[in-house]
T-cell receptor
């Protein structure tokens, strides 16, 4: 099955700086890569996703890049703010298994004021 | 997502007890999922259901069972709870069929289960 590795496990950044989280996946057939943000006491919420026919996607301060050849994808958060503090999960899935998600272990992001 | 609710939100129980966690959704989605979250392990799939009559095991189904009582309701049961089932449990839904089908899963707020 699919194996998703996520790094780093914790990340502390100064407010206003950028944060980058990296994930690798093992199954070259994976073609859908969502990123979820989980705030304390809440369930994961989708913040951005990318499909294998696209190399980069941006939504305001967050962006995701995908390198299919290397089988890795990354989340970039610019101009970080205190409300960006949360746990972030990457995931991979594919249409052939009805988009069942395989998750990374998560990254705890702390934005220092 | 407020359209996906889970009850209870917190539960403390003892080893050997039977526990049921419930999930309800008002999104009209056909797919429903149960995940378990442990620190450092991300979310792992326990069971998933395509519709009321189609239920499938995920990667860690041992010790768990599920029931899809209606399209909107999906329950997870621990027949005889053990301490290593202490975890956060999340329900999720997805519209997997029809012209409005998507690949996005929407999560409930979670249930924190502690087995003593």
């Amino acid at each position: 099955g699919e194996n998703v590795e996520q790094h780093p496990s914790t990340l502390s950044v100064q407010e206003g700086d950028s944060a980058v989280i990296k994930c690798t996946y093992s199954d070259s057939a994976s073609n859908y890569f969502p990123w979820y943000k989980q705030e304390l006491g809440k369930g994961p919420q989708l913040i951005i996703d990318i499909r294998s026919n696209v190399g980069e996607k941006k939504d305001q301060r967050i962006a995701v890049t995908l390198n299919k050849t290397a089988k890795h994808f990354s989340l970039h958060i610019t101009e970080t703010q205190p409300e960006d503090s949360a746990v972030y999960f990457c995931a991979a899935s594919q249409r052939s298994n009805d988009y069942k998600l395989s998750f990374g272990a998560g990254t705890t992001v702390t934005v220092r004021a | 997502d407020a359209d996906v609710t889970q009850t209870p939100r917190n539960r403390i129980t003892k080893t050997g007890k039977r526990i049921m966690l419930e999930c309800s959704q008002t999104k009209g989605h056909d797919r429903m999922y149960w995940y378990r979250q442990d620190p450092g392990l991300g979310l792992r799939l326990i069971y998933y259901s395509f519709d009321v009559k189609d239920i499938n095991k995920g990667e860690i189904s041992d010790g768990y069972s599920v029931s899809r009582q209606a399209q909107a309701k999906f329950s997870l049961s621990l027949e005889s709870a053990i301490p290593n089932q202490t975890a956060l449990y999340f329900c999720a839904t997805r519209r997997g069929s029809g012209i409005s089908s998507t690949d996005t899963q929407y999560f409930g707020p979670g249930t924190r289960l502690t087995v003593l």
